[in-house]
C-alpha cells in the first residue's frame, strides 16, 4: 500500500508537538509515542480526505479520543516504586523535577480534567476549540477546567508543603 500523500510531511512537522502534548495527556514519554503511533495508524486510511480540511484537529480527536479509551482498558501489570536507585555523580537536569510534578499532578485528575487542562493551557486552545475537539459544551469546559484547576493548586500545595488557600 502506498503511503497517502502529505503524511509523512505532516508527521515531520507536528510530531514534537504531538508527543508532548500526549506525553501530558499520558504521563510517560514512551507510551505518548505509542499512543501517537497508534493514532497515525487509525488516520493513514483517511488521510486523503481529511488532509484538504483541518488535519491537525482530526489527528488530535483521534489521538484523544485513543488516550480515553486505552485509559479505561489500561493494563496495571506494572507496579511503579516510589524509591529511585542513587545516580552517580551530580543531577545536570534542570526542570525535571517540575515536570515531573505536573505530570504526576496531571495523571491525578480524571480523564476528562486532564484533556481538559492540557488542551486549554499547555495548548493554549480557547474554550470552543477544546469543546469542539471533545464534543461537549464549553460550560463543560469551564467547569472541569476550574475544578481541574483548582485540584491542581490543592496537589502542588500540598507538595510544596504550603497551606493552601480557598
Known amino acids: 500500500m502506498r503511503e497517502p500523500e502529505g503524511l509523512r510531511d505532516f508527521i515531520d512537522a507536528r510530531s514534537a508537538a504531538l508527543v508532548r502534548s500526549a506525553t501530558l495527556l499520558t504521563g510517560d514519554e514512551d507510551v505518548a509515542r505509542d499512543l501517537l503511533q497508534e493514532t497515525f495508524v487509525r488516520v493513514w486510511p483517511h488521510w486523503e480526505r481529511v488532509r484538504h480540511q483541518q ?5 488530535r480527536t483521534t489521538m484523544l479520543r485513543l488516550q480515553q479509551s486505552r485509559w479505561r482498558r489500561r493494563w ?3 507496579t511503579p516504586t516510589a524509591d529511585l536507585p542513587e545516580r552517580a555523580g551530580e543531577d545536570r537536569t534542570v526542570g525535571v523535577d517540575d ?3 505536573l505530570t504526576a499532578a496531571l495523571l491525578a485528575l480524571p480523564v ?5 487542562v ?3 493551557y499547555v495548548e493554549d486552545r480557547s474554550v470552543a476549540e477544546v ?3 471533545l464534543r461537549v459544551h464549553p460550560g463543560t469546559v469551564k467547569s472541569q477546567a ?3 484547576l483548582a485540584t491542581l493548586r490543592t496537589i502542588v500545595g500540598s507538595a510544596d508543603g504550603r497551606e493552601v488557600v480557598r
Request: charged share 25%.
Open 55 to 59: 488535519p491537525e484537529a482530526y489527528v
Open 112 to 116: 476528562g480534567q486532564r484533556q481538559v
Open 146 to 148: 476550574a475544578r481541574g
Open 99 to 101: 515536570r515531573l510534578a
Open 118 to 120: 492540557v488542551l486549554r
Open 131 to 133: 469543546a469542539a475537539l
Open 76 to 78: 496495571t501489570g506494572e
